[in-house]
């Protein structure tokens, strides 16, 4: 299993094209993702999104073994790297680097207290709750490396270059009758020909259909939930296509952490005292038998890779 990076874009060579540039997320203040930041951690670029006035939530690998001095979160909110902000704390999920299902790295997590709030405007986000089913549409938000679906991943990602895109989720695991609600999430990256479809269900389109790649690792997936926008999950893996072994083209799969899972850490890691209070915002079935199974065994047998992005 892999980290993941950045958001990947459709298909070129067919109607409507697809490319990267389409999908680059204007760093404007009426942008609905401007609370979505690059978090810079020794020298690499990740992903972060604001869940509090002081708080930030992303993958717990991609801060782990980090001090906070090596940590700096930046917004693009209302133009290119806007603002820079220190991080004061980290608390990494304590299951981290101990629980896995089939090779998927679960509490996968990490809470980031900044040394200052938000600059006034920038929005953060509620964090859900509740269930939802499968074929839930998720939208990407992240930075890293871009390409498109046909050639895989080809530019480096930027800590001023936010990307977004959509999936949908066709998966949850472990089996949720082994928890109160399952802990990671997967999709797939269905080709918009029908060809390469890993897990099932239809393309969301050519322009709309993407997965995440190097440096989207902490990235949240969004849903939109009784009139705004609220964290589902933050991205942390890729698994590779089983036929061709690519991370970043059609028919491989990405996922991360489902938040309602993880609620009372994460409320608990914020000290957030149980109020009716509203946060600022801007609106706007079992695994493949055998597939992750073959994932996790993919040093011995070459089949396929699952990744943890850096």
Do not use: C
């Not at 991609?62 to 603002?83: E, K």
């Not at 896995?100 to 996968?108: A, K, N």
């Not at 929005?123 to 930075?143: E, K």
Request: charged share 15%; hydrophobic share 40%.
């Amino acid at each position: 299993m892999q980290p993941a990076h950045a958001i990947m874009a459709g298909a070129a060579k067919t109607s409507p094209p697809d490319y990267p540039t389409l999908r680059v997320d204007q760093n404007s203040t009426s942008s609905p993702w401007g609370g979505v930041g690059s978090l810079s951690v020794k020298g690499g670029t990740y992903s972060a999104v604001a869940i509090g006035p002081q708080h930030v939530l992303t993958a717990a690998h991609v801060v782990a073994g980090a001090m906070p001095a090596d940590i700096v979160f930046n917004l693009n909110y209302g133009g290119d790297l806007t603002y820079q902000i220190a991080a004061r704390s980290i608390i990494v999920h304590p299951g981290y680097g101990k629980n896995q299902f089939r090779g998927i790295r679960l509490d996968d997590l990490a809470v980031v207290t900044l040394a200052s709030p938000l600059p006034s405007g920038v929005p953060y986000y509620a964090l859900l709750s509740q269930p939802l089913d499968i074929g839930t549409t998720i939208q990407l938000v992240g930075y890293g490396s871009t390409g498109d679906g046909e050639q895989g991943a080809t530019q480096s990602g930027q800590a001023a270059v936010k990307r977004t895109g959509r999936n949908v989720i066709d998966q949850f695991a472990p089996p949720v009758k082994r928890f109160e609600f399952p802990r990671a999430y997967l999709f797939d990256f269905d080709d918009p020909y029908g060809k390469r479809n890993t897990l099932g269900g239809a393309s969301l389109g050519n322009m709309i259909e993407s997965t995440v790649a190097s440096g989207d690792s902490g990235g949240p997936a969004f849903v939109h939930l009784d009139g705004e926008w609220q964290v589902a999950g933050i991205n942390t893996f890729q698994i590779s296509d089983a036929a061709s072994g690519a991370m970043t083209r059609f028919g491989a799969l990405g996922g991360g952490m489902w938040l309602p899972a993880y609620s009372q850490w994460l409320a608990d890691s914020m000290k957030l005292q149980q109020t009716s209070q509203q946060s600022p915002r801007k609106t706007g079935d079992a695994l493949p038998s055998g597939y992750l199974w073959m994932v996790g065994l993919a040093g011995l047998f070459g089949v396929s890779r699952l990744r943890f992005w850096h």
